[in-house]
């Protein structure tokens, strides 16, 4: 599975749009882009997944670039309890392992 | 809430001992994945099982092991137990196809 590479943390104020960026390089042709969350010590929750077309659903929207080497999660509207370490993961399947990397420390705050 | 279980939450135990955690899946998720995550390290796969067959094995030390049974859900044993095994273990679940994996909250194991 291809690598990712995120910033390692990120502050945002509550209510705006919180962006969180992801380099994907070497993804190949058949692998997915996941994205998860880890609220302190909880377990990882599924946020969103895409391969090529740009989605959205009730927690975040997810924008792949058209060469598909980067992505983007973006909260609409960030509240506190969105702080939280966000993980940008590439796999080939949607049943394969997740291999976490250290993810994006995002901090809301008010 | 996931609809993944773990039991137990919270466990202490002694060096040496052996514990069992048990992950529940949810309904109709045939995959059953293990996780450790220690004090200021990753998150790091440990197993996975697919409908009770070992498919996948990551950095897993031979003092641990784990099984899917016949009702799909899956046992993480431990054993010989050191202060280092101190952790989070997660438990995931997953069908074939479909939005990824589901994680339980996990069982904190602390060895003292």
């Known amino acids: 599975d291809a690598k990712t590479t995120q910033p390692p943390s990120m502050d945002c104020a509550e209510g705006r749009a919180a962006n969180l960026p992801c380099n994907h390089s070497t993804i190949s042709g058949n692998e997915y882009v996941y994205w998860y969350r880890q609220i302190h010590s909880q377990g990882p929750q599924y946020i969103i997944h895409g391969l090529k077309n740009n989605e959205t659903n009730e927690m975040a929207s997810l924008i792949i670039t058209e060469d598909r080497k980067s992505s983007t999660l973006i909260l609409p509207h960030a509240t506190l309890r969105d702080t939280a370490v966000y993980y940008c993961i590439v796999k080939a399947d949607s049943w394969g392992k997740l291999q976490f990397g250290a993810g994006t420390q995002v901090v809301v705050t008010p | 809430d996931s609809g993944v279980t773990q039991t137990p939450k919270h466990l202490i135990t002694a060096t040496g001992q052996r514990v069992t955690l048990r992950c529940s899946p949810r309904s109709g998720d045939l995959s059953v994945y293990w996780y450790q995550q220690s004090l200021d390290q990753g998150l790091q796969f440990l197993i996975q099982y697919y409908n009770g067959e070992e498919r996948a094995k990551g950095n897993i030390l031979e003092r641990f092991s784990a099984q899917q049974f016949p009702d799909l859900h899956s046992e993480l044993n431990l054993s010989s137990l050191e202060l280092g095994d101190s952790a989070l273990y997660f438990c995931?679940?997953?069908?074939?196809?479909?939005?990824?994996?589901?994680f339980g909250q996990g069982t904190r194991l602390t060895v003292v």
């Open positions: 995931a679940s997953s069908v074939e196809s479909g939005t990824g994996a589901f």
